[in-house]
């Protein structure tokens, strides 16, 4: 299954550049990354990202990740991936650039 993880542009060239990541500030604050399912991906971004351009989506399967991935729960109940370890970029599988359309960010297509 693969979940995604959304990049602010200088935090993705981090991750390029280091190879890994911690996360963004709100995820080192809370102790793990923060991840979204397919179904749960827009509504993060107008949640935590509304009017950011520049973005970058990744998608990381989720069997790359083993023990260090945990479902909670969180937003409405839902049950949401988080990783408690450092995101490495070779686990990231594809990525994509979300621009912001008319105010929304435009998902790919061919997310799963």
């Not at 080192?28 to 935590?48: M, P, W």
Request: no cysteine; hydrophobic share 45%.
């Amino acid at each position: 299954m693969l979940i995604y993880k959304i990049f602010r542009s200088d935090e993705w060239q981090d991750l390029v550049a280091q190879g890994e990541t911690s996360g963004a500030p709100i995820d080192l604050a809370d102790g793990f990354i923060h991840f979204s399912t397919a179904e749960q991906a827009a509504e993060t971004a107008a949640k935590h990202f509304a009017g950011a351009e520049g973005l970058i989506l990744a998608a990381v399967e989720t069997e790359a990740l083993g023990e260090a991935l945990k479902w909670e729960v969180s937003r409405g109940g839902a049950l949401f991936p988080h990783l408690f370890r450092k995101l490495r970029l070779s686990e990231v599988t594809a990525h994509w650039p979300l621009p912001l359309v008319e105010g929304a960010h435009r998902f790919p297509e061919d997310m799963a």
